[in-house]
């Protein structure tokens, strides 16, 4: 199953995979005004998916209840009573519920909702991080079996890591350096050593940073491979089989996507090209066809499509 944020059409598209590396035509869920990030978890503890959407322009949250085909329930709705850019979902106080992290890119902060298990939450309290915070990440980067978050803050070129204290809270930010207008941030394990990495898209010098993690929350100084024009998100994963961690970063001016192979060192190869439709800002990487090569789905604002790439890696 994959889904899509229709922001012209007020919809949220689910699209059912056969299996096969095609899918079916997309049901669609009415939304608030110009939903703009969707993003999957298990929020009332059934074991089935279920949806949280931003609402771009009212700041809404809303959230659909999966029945476990396919198929999901009517909207539970609270506001953030922000301007809400990105949200993220995971156990903030080790509770077995999740909860939300969502960005306030006017308040330079992220909010954080807690889950109460049943797919309701309640506001926690708020962290602050840099200036436009565009994108927030989940993931325990010091090894205490708390959840950190990452955050992207665009006008100051930085990202903020933000130690969990799992009870909800977070420890002041610590600050790395980014290349320009930095968007989109993700995580894995880029030179094989143990320890989580960041690897951060820079929308406005045309790059990414990837920042080595030390194992205790920390960071060395970035590396920057180069991408096209106005890279927007990123998506990390073994495309070629060799055991190491490759990069796939969509290229909205440039309608393209550009795939970097990694050494397994933290350094990656030269950027290969592959064309999209008209101007690119989203892509997932998951098994389409059943095979045991990553495939790639992107999304075309430009030209309301989306465009699969079947990996062919033997």
């Known amino acids: 199953m994959k889904y899509l944020a229709n922001y012209g059409s007020d919809t949220i598209g689910v699209f059912l995979g056969n299996g096969d590396g095609t899918f079916q035509n997309q049901v669609t869920y009415v939304t608030g005004s110009r939903p703009d990030t969707i993003i999957t978890d298990d929020f009332n503890s059934d074991n089935i998916l279920d949806l949280v959407a931003l609402t771009g322009v009212i700041n809404d949250v809303e959230v659909r209840l999966g029945n476990g085909n396919g198929v999901f329930q009517t909207a539970k709705i609270f506001s953030t009573s922000s301007v809400s850019s990105f949200v993220t979902s995971g156990d903030f106080n080790s509770d077995n519920k999740k909860d939300l992290a969502i960005t306030d890119s006017s308040g330079g902060s992220v909010i954080i909702f807690l889950g109460k298990g049943d797919g309701t939450f309640q506001k926690q309290g708020t962290s602050v991080v840099g200036s436009n915070p565009t994108f927030v990440i989940a993931t325990d980067f010091n090894k205490d079996s708390k959840i950190d978050l990452a955050v992207t803050n665009a006008d100051n070129n930085t990202v903020s890591v933000l130690l969990g204290n799992d009870n909800g809270n977070f420890q002041t930010q610590v600050t790395y350096s980014t290349g320009s207008r930095p968007t989109s941030v ?10 989580i990495d960041l690897a951060v898209v820079n929308r406005d010098s045309d790059s990414v940073s990837i920042l080595l993690g030390n194992g205790n929350g920390t960071f060395q100084n970035q590396k920057i491979p180069s991408t096209e024009t ?41 950027q ?13 990487l998951d098994y389409f066809n059943s095979d045991a090569n990553l495939d790639l789905v992107e999304v075309n604002r430009g030209s309301n499509s989306s465009n699969i790439f079947l990996n062919t890696c033997s």
């Open 186 to 195: 993700i995580s894995s394990d880029f030179n094989n050593d143990g320890n």
């Open 230 to 270: 106005t890279p927007l998100n990123i998506q990390v994963g073994d495309l070629n089989n060799d055991g190491n961690i490759d990069l796939a970063v969509v290229n909205s001016a440039s309608n393209s996507i550009s795939v970097l192979l990694g050494y397994g060192d933290g350094t990656f190869q030269t």
């Open 272 to 284: 290969k090209i592959y064309k999209t439709g008209n101007t690119p800002y989203a892509l997932v």
